[in-house]
């Protein structure tokens, strides 16, 4: 949640608060209002907490602050319709919470779960385009690019190619036909075949691939490729669940009227 939207949420709770003594550091004060410690901690993590974020956010406070004083001079505050719509923000509040809850709680998916979807949902698993599992290096110095080939070529030691790696902060990555600039695809998917191919120049950039796997179209994707996407698929098909279940629950143990006009 952004920072301007943290100090909104904070009105509607209890940020803001009137002034007392045993109150711990106060951050700012407005009026008879102030923004304490322990209202901030509600609301921003450890983690948001840099010189620049609590600076933005005691800023926007105090703003909203003698903002919303004005407002009660005028009145608004008494406004019928602001007030339902403060009740409705509340209720979603409260119900969010509550579905964050029992989510919390169903949302467990183990690995024999998704093994299990993939086994039952395997013809789905397939790809789409042809594929390559490739290192792919890029130096704008022609000699760099010839000792990433020979390095990569030749292997000498798990050092020095840790090293190459490290220094060009190249990961091992997938990548779809079509992807790459047209001078590097064809290189890697037409020659249908693995190993190192370059330097190619692209523009003012020298280019260094290791073609490590090739995949045609069609093929299957192993489990250890799509199991954080089936892990998400379950985490949303449990999360309607959970979220059906107890909606379905709680209406038969409520008494609950709806216009025949509407029901």
């Known amino acids: ?32 209002e102030v923004l304490t410690v322990d209202g901030l901690e509600l609301f921003l993590s450890p983690e948001q907490r840099s010189d620049e974020q609590l600076r933005m956010f005691i800023q926007d406070w105090v703003n909203n602050t003698v903002l919303y004083q004005e ?45 299990k979807y993939y086994e039952e949902n395997i013809s789905g698993f397939t790809r789409t385009t042809n594929e390559a599992t490739i290192h792919h290096f890029v130096t704008d110095n022609i000699s760099e690019a010839r000792t990433i080939k020979r390095g990569l070529s030749k292997k000498k030691s798990g050092d020095e190619v840790e090293n190459l790696f490290s220094f060009y902060n190249v990961e091992t990555r997938t990548i779809k036909q079509g992807r790459l600039v047209k001078e590097l695809d064809s290189v890697v998917f037409k ?28 093929s299957r994707l192993g489990l250890e490729e799509v199991y954080d996407e089936i892990y998400q698929r379950l985490k949303k098909r449990n999360s309607v669940a959970t979220t059906t ?9 409520s008494n609950i009227f709806i216009n025949s006009l509407y029901n």
């Open 1 to 32: 949640m952004r920072v301007r939207e943290l100090v909104f949420t904070s009105f509607f709770l209890i940020c803001c608060s009137k002034e007392k003594n045993e109150d711990p550091v106060v951050l700012a004060r407005v009026n008879n």
């Open 71 to 115: 407002a009660k001079k005028a009145g608004l505050d008494k406004d019928l319709s602001l007030q339902r719509m403060r009740d409705e923000y509340y209720k979603k509040l409260v119900v969010g919470s509550l579905l964050k809850s029992a989510k919390r709680q169903s949302n467990q998916s183990s690995n024999d779960d998704v093994r």
């Open 191 to 218: 020659s249908k075949k693995t190993g190192v191919v370059g330097p190619i120049r692209v523009k003012n950039n020298y280019q260094v691939i290791e073609v490590l796997k090739l995949y045609e179209k069609g």
């Open 245 to 253: 279940y107890l909606i379905d629950s709680l209406r038969k143990n």
